[in-house]
């Protein structure tokens, strides 16, 4: 909790950049992150990783799990990372994270959706194992412009080899 204005500050620096993904800008403000925090250290099924470089917040990786009986196996991913040299590299370790959080946490399936011009992300995605489960058409209006939308997913703890 002693983090929350660094963290704040990154999640302002990646929603005023246009490679932060889908979403609409949130309320950024101390008391919004606080929650967001709090949510996540009382709650077995949901998981933030940091990237640092030299003290500094560079990325992050949210992991949130579901409750409910039939979707409990499933977790989202929400990844966002500052423009640098090292992005790349900073996924890639931030995604293995969240991989092995998966791992020991029981988590089956890992799902995300991201706007289909974020080619770089998506072969970093394939890389590690996320496949194409399907694709929105017109799904985002960006700028007067339509987007489609990619649903990637990746399965975890399978038993029996599938």
């Known amino acids: 909790m002693k983090d929350i204005d660094q963290f704040l500050n990154l999640l302002i620096n990646l929603e005023t950049r246009s490679e932060t993904g889908l979403h609409e800008a949130h309320?950024?403000?101390?008391?919004?992150?606080?929650?967001l925090l709090t949510s996540v250290l009382q709650n077995a099924k949901r998981q933030i990783f940091i990237a640092l470089d030299q003290q500094e917040m560079m990325g992050y990786i949210s992991l949130s799990g579901n409750q409910g009986e039939m979707i409990k196996h499933r977790a989202n991913i929400s990844l966002g990372i500052l423009p640098t040299d090292q992005q790349n590299s900073i996924g890639r370790n931030l995604l293995n994270s969240g991989i092995v959080w998966a791992e020991d946490n029981g988590i089956h399936r890992l799902e995300l959706s991201i706007r289909d011009d974020f080619e770089v992300m998506i072969e970093l995605?394939?890389?590690?194992?996320?496949?194409?489960?399907?694709?929105?058409?017109?799904?985002?209006?960006?700028?007067?412009?339509y987007r489609n939308e990619i649903y990637l997913y990746r399965l975890i703890n399978q038993k029996n080899g599938g």
């Open 27 to 35: 309320i950024l403000n101390a008391s919004y992150t606080e929650a």
């Open 125 to 145: 995605y394939k890389a590690l194992g996320f496949l194409k489960e399907g694709e929105r058409i017109d799904a985002l209006l960006i700028d007067d412009d």
